[in-house]
């Protein structure tokens, strides 16, 4: 596709004396108000150098670039040079490009096949899968979605806690008070309140701190009681996590968690200590962080079982000799953010020039309307139920307002959940937010359903005009585009342009809101034109100019809700 902002940038080379294109380049702008253009040049810099005023060059300037393919028209205000672009020619560029490209309109090969490790979701076994999870669990999957659609290889790992001393405290627990039919029948409820009741009891009684300890120990050391337990909890955890995956329409291709590094433990420790970066403290090795203002990072503790931290160095390690990584992204809370700072601190002391290609990728916390959440008192909203519930309620609606559907069941499922999905990448990850199910499920607001709804309102357009939108899409070159360069075309075809610099922008930030709120703008941008005019209009000609920008507006829709992990269903 023409990059018109370089043509431009290239033209205004030509003619602007003492810049080149890179720097005429970052100066162009687009105005907020499409009034003054489609993209502005400002002259102000350029006074000093040419010795005249900014308003003088920017006349000057104009008059110069007159009129030539890509412009309709040039108009010089004040000290800006404001350009607008030929619709027609624009129009014709943007619709081709999306009708050549189709699902991969937006992307790109900058990834040259270089690998991205994707690391998301990454829950606790024997622990809620929880309301909290579907920030990382999503927010990763989009990073993930992206990446991939930009030309990475991709490497999709869920690093699974499912080591460290809560084990002995969950077996500890299991083997006073627990039913093996108990946990069978609802394993995670029940293992959660067998650890509720472990941390009731142990205040009153801190000895268990003291067994749990030692029973962690022995299934470090591998006996056979304690892993038996442990792989039970595990899978059985498992079961239930692939059931929400499994919703969310989610996959990966690793569950190397935190257990997977028990043993590449010792060659981590040893290199620490090759380095000089462990010292003792208090029977534990510490690394001493205090020159780059971070507290000490224990890596081992007194009784030699290691931790979180050391698991996850181990873990980078092991990821950039097994994946050779260009790229080692963690999508972990906004909490862990002291623990990702020490974590890329030692592994830069220990020499590997690869610490900075490890990024976290941190977010806010989600809450409830009636409070927070915490895992120890048990008060705990699981995510399938909330999946589920946004299905539930969404069939009701859907019954309610009287949806187009062929199938309730399936519409249901992909609008409930594509809603809690759309909901969680609105905003700037980094934002804590509320969960409200008036927010998530509101059909006309900046919503998964709304944008859905169009991309639906898009196709059914497109179903209706049968062989004349065939006709159109294999006869774009002879259809007349003046009939889509009114001001509501021209601006949704610009969205539409801007599409694949923002995936690009998504990427660098690793931020998907970025795409969530640019196909809001679309689909907004869309409904304006679908109002402003009517597109099954008698005239042929129009008609079929028509079709084929509602055609590159769905096409784009459905490619942004990709990226977000969502379905574009084509009824609704
Ligand atoms: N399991 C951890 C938790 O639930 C998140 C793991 C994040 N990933 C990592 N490599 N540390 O808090």
């Known amino acids: 596709m023409i990059n018109f902002k370089e043509s431009i940038a290239e033209k205004l080379s030509k003619i602007v004396e003492g810049l080149d294109k890179d720097e005429i380049l970052s100066m ?45 028209k040039i108009e010089n205000v004040n000290a800006y040079v404001n350009m607008f672009l030929n619709r027609k020619a624009f129009m014709s560029e943007v619709i081709k490009e999306v009708a050549d490209k189709k699902d991969r309109y937006g ?18 076994i024997a622990k809620p899968f929880h309301i909290g999870h579907i920030r990382s669990t999503v927010i990763g ?14 490497v999709r790992i869920n690093h699974l806690g499912d080591y460290g001393t809560q084990f002995g405290k969950m077996i500890v627990a299991y083997k006073r008070w627990g039913k093996e039919e108990d946990v069978k029948k609802a394993p995670i409820q029940t293992l959660l309140e067998y650890y509720v009741k472990f941390h009731e009891e142990a205040e009153k009684d801190p000895s268990l701190e003291d067994e749990a300890r030692e029973t962690f120990t022995r299934l470090e050391n591998g006996e056979e ?36 590094y028990s043993d590449k433990m010792k060659p981590v420790i040893d290199k620490m200590r ?27 503790k007194k009784d030699g079982s290691t931790l979180y931290i050391t698991r996850d160095i181990a873990a980078a390690i092991y990821r950039k000799d097994h994946y050779d990584f260009y790229k080692n992204i963690y999508v972990v809370a906004s909490q862990q953010n002291l623990h990702f700072q020490q974590w890329i601190q030692i592994l830069e002391l220990m020499g590997y020039e690869w610490a900075r290609d490890c990024v976290h990728v941190p977010f806010g916390l989600v809450s409830l309307e009636d409070g927070t959440m915490s895992t120890r008192h048990g008060r705990v ?34 609008v409930g959940i594509g809603a809690v999905i759309f909901n969680e990448l609105s905003n700037n990850r980094i934002k804590d937010y509320v969960f409200s199910w008036d927010k998530v499920l509101n059909f006309d607001g900046e919503t998964g359903p709304y944008v859905q709804y169009t991309h639906a309102r898009a196709a059914s357009v497109l179903r209706n005009a049968g062989d004349d939108f065939d006709y159109a899409l294999e006869n774009m070159e002879e259809l007349d585009m003046n009939y889509i360069s009114s001001d509501s075309a021209h601006e949704l075809a610009k969205m539409i342009y801007a599409f694949p610099d923002v995936v690009l922008e998504a990427a660098e930030k690793y931020e998907p809101s970025i795409v969530t709120r640019h196909i809001v703008d679309i689909a907004q941008g869309f409904n304006r034109f679908y109002h ?24 784009t829709i459905k490619n942004g809700l990709h990226l977000l992990g969502m379905e574009a269903p084509e009824r609704m």
């Open 141 to 154: 999957h989009s990073i993930y979605k992206i990446y991939d659609f930009l030309g990475y290889k991709t």
């Open 107 to 124: 992307s790109s090969d900058v990834g040259q096949n270089r690998t991205v490790i994707v690391e998301y979701s990454s829950p606790n």
């Open 28 to 72: 162009l702008e687009v105005p907020a108000d499409s009034k003054l253009g489609d993209y502005t040049f400002p002259c102000f810099r350029l006074a000093k150098v040419m010795r005249k005023s900014p308003a003088i060059i920017a006349k000057d300037i104009a008059e110069k670039l007159d009129d030539n393919s890509i412009f309709e």
């Open 274 to 300: 090759e380095k000089n970066l462990l010292i003792e403290s208090e029977g534990a090795h510490i690394v001493d962080l205090s020159e780059y203002n971070l507290s000490p990072a224990v890596i081992m």
């Open 225 to 260: 009681e304690e892993v038996r337990l442990w792989q039970w909890f595990r899978d059985e955890s498992l079961k239930e996590f692939n059931r929400v995956y499994e919703m969310l329409g989610i996959e990966f291709d690793s569950y190397a968690g935190e257990s997977f």
């Open 381 to 414: 909203v699981f995510l399938e139920d909330v999946l589920n519930k946004a299905v539930e309620q969404t069939k009701n609606i859907i019954l309610e307002i009287n949806v187009n559907t062929d199938n309730l069941d399936v519409t249901a499922k992909q």
């Open 532 to 555: 402003n005019e009517h597109i099954l209009v008698d005239d042929v000609a129009e008609k079929r100019a028509k079709l084929l920008l509602v055609y590159a507006t769905k096409q």
